[in-house]
């Protein structure tokens, strides 16, 4: 009896030990006021680049919606209100807008703008991901769409440079049931299936 305590004795204590070496997970609180905001940059292959940004909102829902990591895991309150899941439906608004390639990147010649036929040939994909799954979205309804002239800051060589322009879309996306722990993936994709870019939306 006498050897078995002193054999469970440095057991113990290495298990006290380890138990307060662990250190606490500092909290941390994301304040989600405004919706959710993706930036990202792109390109099609051997042709222009570009950049991506949009957000993800719908009324009220992320009014005061905030997300809290500590010990206990991950969680979302709206004040003193616990918050699971997305709403029904959220609006996906987001713009393209030509811009320079990365100086790795930059071509011999002149270098080319992003136009009009090159975007009616982008394929653009949704998912929601939890994980490393992602699920297609569909039912996707388009409440609007627009394209902008860039105007240059060089107004007076205005005529004397190629147009640039920003496209712009608004999507509602069904979103009933979605965990606020998934994320919402956009894939811009050319015809032949290559990745022209890729962003996410996440909590």
Known sequence: MFTAL?????LCASAQKSKHAQKPIPRTVWNYDGGLFLISDGGIPDGPCFRITGSVTTPRFF???????DDSGTFFRRGAEAVTHYPDDVLLSFAIRDQLCPAGL???????????EMMRTLRLSLYWKHGVDLRPISHIAEVRSWVELIVPYAKNLAS???KRYEWSNELAIPSAGVPLTDSLVLVLRT???????????RM
Do not use: C, F, M
Not at 6 to 10: I, Q, S, Y
Not at 194 to 200: E, N, S, T
């Open 106 to 116: 930059l071509q011999v010649g002149t270098r080319p703008y992003l136009t009009h």
């Open 191 to 201: 015809p032949d299936g290559r990745i022209a870019a890729r962003v996410a939306a």
């Open 160 to 162: 004397e440079l190629p």
């Open 63 to 69: 009014d005061n919606l905030k997300r809290i990591d």
């Open 6 to 10: 002193l054999l469970l004795t440095p």
